[in-house]
């Protein structure tokens, strides 16, 4: 599939795009390095106002002092409306039992229709 020649062109046009390829990184290396030295530099402004020892971070949370510490929750006052909450849940489970047994109704009258419309 190839031969010699071919090999050999393929080589200098990889070796070529390489060269090119590399003297145009020489100038994003530059850039690079100038984006470093300005972190480098700001790295060095943050730490030299907080000291060696602490981050940026705990100095900023520590100018706002100490905390107060929290108050605990009260209790909600009983509500004197006496909500008839028996009466409530027996209407809701009846309202369930209700609907439990039309389903089971509509289920048995479904199974009827198909064995009636089976044996047709």
Do not use: K, N
Request: charged share 15%; net charge positive; glycine share 8%.
């Amino acid at each position: 599939m190839f031969t010699t020649r071919h090999i050999r062109r393929f080589t200098a046009l990889g070796a070529l795009t390489c060269a090119l390829l590399g003297s145009a990184m020489g100038g994003v290396a530059a850039a690079q390095s100038t984006e470093e030295s300005r972190a480098l530099q700001q790295e060095r402004y943050y730490m030299g106002t907080t000291g060696p020892d602490s981050h940026p971070q705990e100095e900023y949370l520590r100018s706002y002092g100490q905390p107060e510490p929290i108050a605990a929750a009260q209790a909600p006052a009983p509500s004197g409306d006496s909500t008839p909450w028996l009466p409530i849940a027996l209407s809701v489970a009846a309202g369930f039992a209700i609907a439990a047994v039309g389903a089971a109704q509509r289920h048995r009258l479904r199974i009827r229709r198909r064995s009636a419309h089976a044996t047709t």
